[in-house]
């Protein structure tokens, strides 16, 4: 049996790896990011080129939800109208913990060139950001930048402790 | 001496107007000059009254009474063959003349013509509705009315299109700020999360070129993030912009700039 013996104290020897909790489940979270389809404007064409073939979010494991209830990252992309408020705020509601907020492009992290009554004058008024991502639009790889930034950003987290929901109030 | 005027309040007028301004007119011709709009306004005069009539832009102008709308409507679109409303709205004259213009654009596909048909209307009057004869004017009186405040009479579902149900004033009002009135500016904080929430949030930053860089609650410029709510006293700290620990991330290969491909073919 001598040429099936396993040296356990050589690399790949034994089939175990060892890790903390937290970092398995960031690692988890972090690399599946599922978001919700959110374009409200402009940005949002450039939303769903990052999600198309070029750009190809799929490789990050960013994969596009229509449902609140199964997505992770609300990527705000447009202009965010006062009328949409309330609704914006219901669906980052919806979403379950933990989530996490881009706000991509100037009218969603400050009203952008919409210096006006019908706008709102940042998306942080409503729900908390995590990302703010410059440029009207973005283009796509600052998205994918975006992203892996958000990603790091997870990946810093505290994973097992009773996670502190995150509230604007 | 020239007699000293105060011009203080120069700047505070909507638009400067220099003293010996003539507001530019597109040049206006006798409806006479056209003989399809004479034969189409002879119609209408026969049975309404037309306050005045000219031509602009080979568009005929006709100035009708209010009250006689629908009346002119129904009779170009069935005998005058002005078969489409293309756009019907109103215009803010409140501060010059104390009334609104409501304009209807008509075009005849088979004359291939186009009439503006208009009416004055006072601060609180209503108009008819004209979405009987045209399906069109539906959502352009909601608008109007969301707009400008102007009731609509036998409208089929009227309330605003644009704005929420609940918005309190019409923003297309020459007198409606842009950047929104007290009720505008906390709209969505009220609403959302009610008035004590005021406080907490506070006012909307209007000031474009607002800049704090000390501000870490909003923004980082990139390359110089920092945690949310970190105190930086002065100068912000430069961050590597990586998109990975230095020491690397668990299951995942380690991205080297160096062995990356940059591609400058744009064409690839
Ligand atoms: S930031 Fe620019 S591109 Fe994006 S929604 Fe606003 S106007 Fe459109």
Redesign the interface.
């Known amino acids: 049996m001598a040429q099936h013996q396993v040296n356990y104290t050589q690399d790949g020897g034994l089939p175990v790896a060892l ?1 903390t909790i937290d ?2 489940v960031n ?1 988890g979270r972090s ?1 599946s990011l599922w978001a919700l389809t959110y374009g409200l404007a402009c940005c949002g064409i450039e939303m769903m080129a990052s999600g198309a073939s070029r750009y190809d979010f799929d490789r990050f494991g960013t994969i596009f939800r229509a449902s609140p209830r199964q997505a992770d990252v609300l990527i705000i992309a447009g202009t965010l109208t ?2 949409h ?2 609704f914006i ?1 219901r669906l980052y509601d919806q979403m379950t913990e933990p989530r996490w907020v881009i706000s991509m492009g100037s009218c969603a ?3 952008g060139m919409f ?4 706008t ?3 998306a ?3 729900v908390p950001v995590d990302l ?1 991502l ?1 440029g009207c639009a973005p283009r796509p790889e600052t998205l994918q ?1 975006g992203v ?2 958000l ?2 950003k997870i ?2 987290e505290k994973a097992i402790k009773a996670q502190k929901p995150k509230r ?2 | 001496m020239r007699r000293y005027v105060p011009k203080d309040d120069v700047q505070k007028k909507a638009y400067y107007t220099d003293r010996y301004w003539v507001a530019p007119q597109v040049p206006k011709a006798k409806v006479s000059s056209d003989s399809v709009f004479a034969e189409d306004l002879k119609a209408i005069e026969a049975k309404f009254k037309v306050l005045d009539a000219y031509i602009q832009v080979e568009q005929m102008v006709v100035y009708i009474q209010p009250e006689d709308n629908f009346g002119v409507l129904e009779l170009m679109k069935k005998e005058l063959e002005y078969t489409q409303l293309s756009e019907m709205s109103a215009v803010d004259f409140l501060s010059q003349r104390g009334e609104f213009d409501i304009f209807y654009q008509m075009l005849s596909m088979s004359k291939r013509k186009r009439i503006r048909v208009k009416c004055a209307i006072k601060k609180d009057e209503a108009i008819e509705s004209v979405e009987k004869l045209f399906r069109s004017a539906d959502w352009s009186e909601r608008e109007m009315y969301d707009m400008f405040g102007i009731k609509v009479n036998n409208h089929p579902f009227f309330k605003r299109i644009l704005m929420p149900d609940d918005w309190e004033g019409h923003p297309l009002l020459k007198t409606y700020p842009l950047h929104g009135d007290e009720f505008a500016a906390w709209y969505e904080v009220d609403k959302i999360f009610g008035k004590e929430a005021r406080d907490i949030i506070g006012p909307e930053i209007r000031d474009d070129a607002a800049v704090d860089r000390y501000d870490t609650k909003r923004f980082a410029r990139l390359g110089h993030e920092v945690p949310f709510g970190a105190e930086i006293p002065e100068g912000e700290p430069a961050v590597k912009t990586e998109y990975q620990e230095d020491d690397g991330v668990f299951l995942i290969e380690r991205f080297e700039k160096e062995s990356s491909t940059v591609i400058t073919d744009r064409d690839r």
């Open positions: 890790t970092k398995v690692w690399n006062k009328k408020a309330e705020k992290n400050t009203g210096n006006t009554y019908a709102v004058q940042g942080d008024r409503i703010y410059p930048y892996m930034l990603q790091k990946r810093s604007l109030l």
